[in-house]
Each structure stands twice: as C-alpha cells, then as structure tokens.
C-alpha cells in the first residue's frame, strides 16, 4: 500500500499545485483554504504515511491500510468539494464538510490502530 499511497500523494501534489496557479493567476484568493487542505491532506499527510508504509511493509499489508486509504481518498475530495460549496454559500455543503471531516478522522484512526497493533 505504500506506493499507492505516494502515487496518490503526488496527485494531490499536482492539483494543489495547479489550484496555486490558478489562484495566483486570477487573483482571487478565496479557494486558498481549498488548497491548504489539499497539500496538507493529500500530499503531505499521504506522503509521509506511505513512507512510514514502505518503511515498516508490515504495517501495509492490513486490511485496515486499505480501508483507511479508500476512507482518505473518499473524504478529502469530498471535503475539498464541500468546502468549495460553503464558499458559494451551497447551503448542504455543511453536511458535507462533516462528512468528508469524518471519514477523514475515521481512516486517520484506523492508520492509527494500525501503527499500535503492528508496530511492537
């Protein structure tokens, strides 16, 4: 899991990246926070966990690195989307700022767990 894991980190390095342009270009700085979550929970933070996988490849072979990889990558494109709406006053986006926040919270304590059980 730990490539998949960088290999998805770089994609939202690039979409940040492309969103900083994008942002810097027109002026318009009100999707900064959109690209703030994008590099800190997307390449930074997947990043360093496929690292830690590839480090310690006992860690990536659990069925909880899976679920937390499709639980992060499901919740930060809705979160990222939601928050987009919350800035075009959207008026369900609320819902979906929490619900992209918990799924993230959700996969990080899975990885957490993970990190306590095989780690010894």
Do not use: C
Not at 17 to 43: E, F, K, P
């Amino acid at each position: 899991m730990g490539k998949q894991f960088l290999k998805i980190a770089a994609v939202y390095f690039a979409l940040g990246a492309l969103l900083n342009v994008i942002i810097g270009v027109s002026g318009d700085y009100s999707l900064s926070n959109v690209q703030s979550h994008i590099h800190l929970l997307g390449w930074t933070t997947l990043g360093i966990i496929g690292l830690i996988y590839v480090a310690f490849p006992a860690l990536s072979v659990t069925i909880l690195a899976r679920i937390h990889f499709w639980m992060h990558n499901i919740g930060l494109p809705v979160l990222v989307l939601a928050i987009i709406g919350k800035n075009y006053e959207v008026a369900e986006a609320g819902v979906w700022v929490v619900t992209g926040w918990v799924l993230l919270a959700a996969g990080i304590m899975l990885f957490m767990v993970n990190m306590w059980d095989r780690l010894r």
